[in-house]
Every structure is written in C-alpha cells, then in structure tokens.
C-alpha cells in the first residue's frame, strides 16, 4: 500500500509540473519606442526606468548625441543587453555596412528594418520589388558582418497580390540565408485578416526570428494602412491576440528574443500590466 501511495504521489507531482509548464521562457525584453517620450529628458533616468520594470534586453540604439558605445555601456551598466537594433530603409540601401557598424559596436546580433517608403497609403508591387532588392543585397552585407537582418511588418503589406499578399511575395523572394523577419503582432493584425500572426508562423516558420509582443484592441478591424490611434494598442491579454497559440508556435518557429512595444501613450501604467501578464502565462 505505501508503494502504491508513493508511486500515486510521484505521478501526481509530475502532473503538477507538467500543468505549471510555462509558456512565456524568455528574457524580457522591450523596444525603445516604448520610452519615446522619455528618452528626451534622460537617457539614463530612462534607462533606470527599464531596468526597475525588470527588462534584461533591449531593442534600440544610441540617442540623439550618443555613440553607439556610449549606449551600450549605459545599458550594461544595468544589466540590459541589445541583441537587436534598427535601421531606416534608406540606412540598409546607401550604406549597409555603416548599419553592421553601429549593430557591432551595440553588441547586437539582429538589425531590424520596420518601414518600407511608398507614397501616402499607396503600397504597390513596385514598392515590393524595390524592398526585395534591397533586402537582398543589405542583408548579404549584414550577414557577411556575423548579423541577421530581419524585416518587421507594418500592416500595409498584406494587401491582396495573385494568391497571397506582398507580405507573401516578399517572404517567398528574399534569399532565406540574407533576410529573416519579426512579427508584429499588432500589425500583422491590423493587416486586415489577410493572415492571422498564427499562420503566418505555421507558414514561414523559422523565417521569424524576432517577435514584438503588442496587442490590437478588441473589436478594431485593421485597414492594411501601417497606422492606427495610439489607444488602440492595449495591455497583452486584453486585446484581439491569442498569445498562448502564438507563443507555443513562435517557441517551435524557433524566436529568441521578445520585445514588448506599447505605442499608447499609458506606457508606465500600461507596461508592468503587460510585464504581468507575460508571467502569468
């Protein structure tokens, strides 16, 4: 009898552990547009506001006035790494290897692009080529610097084109061993149901390298457009996306690095609840 009492104690606690399983694994990471309307008035005390909130990972770069040494000792100084940095489309097209540069000199491993230039609202296919070449040739230059340069959606990019979308057209065209991608979930969304973040990550799989982790408010159909009110991005778990589907497939897409971004203009109040609800998952 105490033998099968101990096998049913074993079996219950291994359940327990199983049940407790976590999704969300990773380090907390954020991207600097967060704190857009602090950084101005400090760097530091910005960067101390990161820190209390627990953030480890930062996704950004040197403020205005700063070299890129500067920041990054700033951030280490308070345990916070940059294992992802931005550049503008024009950056990644004039001068690529001064993007691999300043993404060294960070101590970064990903360079992230998050717009592609078209005219007003009017994203056309001859946007998506140009975007493909030059995707192609920049992220060569990154990838032959040891970085991974990665492409983040912004909605406009899953109007309709032939079978798919030029979100599609873009993936299948740029070369795999150059060019990588982040999701953003509030603007894969806001891409107007073309694609759910979902299956976009079943599709494309390990193509994701990189997720920023932000909520579209219930109810707001997005129009494909790349810009929505700063109110309609909400705490996670309150809105539209259903994060334990997308991060059990984001873990199997392989994704290392999360960064919370909050467009709303809450963003003290509004980032621990989200810091929270990423724990509790």
């Known amino acids: 009898m105490k033998t099968k009492i ?20 990773y380090p907390l990471g954020v991207q600097a ?3 857009r309307n602090h950084f101005p008035k400090g760097v530091e005390q910005t960067l101390d506001i990161i820190q209390k909130m627990g953030f480890t990972e930062l ?21 916070i790494s940059i294992p992802s940095t931005g550049c503008s489309f024009e950056e990644l097209q004039k001068n690529p290897q001064a993007v691999a540069d300043k993404a060294k000199a960070l101590g970064a491993k990903y360079v992230m692009c998050a717009w592609i ?6 994203f056309t296919l001859e946007d998506t080529k140009k975007a ?38 873009i993936i299948q065209n ?21 694609a759910t973040p979902q299956e976009l990550l079943k599709r ?27 109110e309609n991005d909400v705490v996670l778990g309150t809105g539209q996306a259903d994060w334990k589907k997308i991060f059990k497939l984001s873990k199997k897409a392989g994704i290392q690095h999360y960064f919370i971004e909050d467009e709303s203009n809450k963003e003290l109040e509004n980032v621990p609840k989200s810091i929270e609800y990423l724990k509790s998952l």
């Open 6 to 25: 101990f096998l049913f104690s074993l079996v219950c606690v291994a359940f327990s552990g199983f049940a407790q399983k976590k999704l969300y694994t």
């Open 33 to 35: 547009y967060t704190f």
């Open 59 to 79: 996704e950004g770069g040197p403020q205005k006035g700063q070299t890129a040494e500067e920041f990054k000792k700033m951030c280490n100084d308070r345990g």
């Open 117 to 122: 230039p078209h005219k007003g609202n009017d």
């Open 132 to 169: 493909v070449e030059v995707f192609n040739a920049g992220g060569k230059v990154l990838a032959d610097n040891g970085l991974i340069f990665c492409y983040h959606d912004h909605g406009y990019e899953f109007r309709p084109h032939e079978k798919g979308t030029y979100m599609d057209y």
């Open 174 to 194: 740029t070369d795999a061993k150059y060019v990588s991608f982040e999701m953003d979930v509030l603007w894969t969304m806001h891409g107007g149901g073309a």
């Open 204 to 230: 494309y799989g390990n193509r994701w390298k990189l997720m920023h982790v932000k909520d579209l408010r219930k109810g707001v159909i997005g129009d494909k457009s790349g810009h929505e009110p700063a």
